[in-house]
Each structure stands twice: as structure tokens, then as C-alpha cells.
């Protein structure tokens, strides 16, 4: 059973950071790409980065230069360090691969 876990969200002001982790179990985790999404109210599901079993990442255009996604194949995990946060980054951040996704972990950016 494929199961992938994130946590790290929390409400920070304007400005700050925030680290989102997401686990994965059952997979081989070092072949499979990963991603970050996010989904805020009344909005679609979007891509926010990329990386892939070699290490190379790409960003959306909207986070690129402030957030950073990242991989330890030995502790099967996917990193997304979120920098200089801005009220639009509030959304629910999921991590998906292959036909997979996590439960969500949500991140509030607000004063």
C-alpha cells in the first residue's frame, strides 16, 4: 500500500518560511519523480514544483526564486522549503507522484 504523508503547514505572517516534508511509503522512492501541488479555495489544483529521480527540479512561475524543492532518497522524503511567503501561497500543499497523493497539509500565510 502506497501511502505518502506530509506535514510542516502552519500559519505564518507575510514574509516568512515554512518547510513542508512529505514521507513515502511503498514505493521505491528513489526512482519515482515528485511533486508539490497546491489547491487554495476556489481555485484548481496547480503545480508548484517538480523534481525528478535525478534531481532535477522545475517551479511554477509564481514560486520560483522563493521556494526550493528537494529529495533524501535515504529517508524516502521530498522537501519544499517555502520562503518570503506571501498572503497568495495560502492553500492546501499536497505531494503527488506517479497516481498517487498525500492528504494535504495547509498552509496559511496571513497577518
Known amino acids: 500500500q502506497v501511502q505518502l504523508v506530509e506535514s510542516g503547514g502552519g500559519l505564518v505572517q507575510p514574509g516568512g518560511s515554512l518547510r513542508l516534508s512529505c514521507t513515502a511509503s511503498?514505493?521505491?522512492?528513489?526512482?519515482?519523480?515528485m511533486d508539490w501541488y497546491r489547491q487554495a479555495p476556489g481555485k484548481q489544483r496547480e503545480l508548484v514544483a517538480r523534481?525528478?529521480?535525478?534531481?532535477?527540479?522545475n517551479y511554477a512561475e509564481s514560486v520560483r526564486g522563493r521556494f526550493t524543492i528537494s529529495r533524501d532518497n535515504a529517508k524516502n522524503t521530498v522537501y519544499l522549503q517555502m520562503n518570503s511567503l506571501k498572503p497568495e501561497d495560502t492553500a492546501v500543499y499536497y505531494c503527488?507522484?506517479?497516481?498517487?497523493w498525500g492528504q494535504g497539509t495547509q498552509v496559511t500565510v496571513s497577518s
Open positions: 511503498g514505493i521505491i522512492f528513489s526512482i519515482y519523480g
Open positions: 503527488h507522484t506517479d497516481q498517487w
Open positions: 523534481i525528478t529521480s535525478r534531481g532535477t527540479t
